[in-house]
């Protein structure tokens, strides 16, 4: 059974920084596209940065390009989210994503087969 299990979400004010973190386990992920989302209350879930095992390839929204960086440690099984220069507007719950085919290229949840259960990031101003 694949699991993935996000962490380093908090509270902090405008401008700060957080890291989030991705432990993969229970497969082997080395041909997944890793897949950071974001869900707001009253909102649909956003993509926000992707990540290929192989290459390195990333990925990130707009909304985010220049603030936040994804990365990967294969050895160690982990994907990250350096998330700088935080804003109000970044409060979501953050949701880490293991995907196929497509996945990258798609920047679609509907790609993504593998989730973890969310981590609370909240951002005031």
């Known amino acids: 059974q694949a699991q993935l299990a996000e962490s380093g979400g908090g509270l902090v004010q405008a401008g700060a920084s957080l890291r989030l973190s991705c432990v993969a386990s229970g497969r082997a992920f080395s041909s997944y596209t890793m897949g950071w989302f974001r869900q707001a209350p009253g909102k649909e879930r956003e993509f926000v940065a992707t990540?290929?095992?192989?290459?390195?390839?990333?990925y990130h929204a707009p909304s985010v390009k220049g603030r936040f960086t994804i990365s990967r440690d294969n050895a160690k099984n982990m994907v990250y989210l350096q998330m700088n220069s935080l804003k109000p507007e970044d409060t979501a719950v953050y949701y880490c994503a293991a995907g196929g085919v497509g996945a990258f290229l798609s920047r679609s949840k509907a790609f993504y087969d593998y989730w973890g259960q969310g981590t609370q990031v909240t951002v005031s101003s």
């Open positions: 990540i290929t095992w192989r290459t390195g390839a990333t």
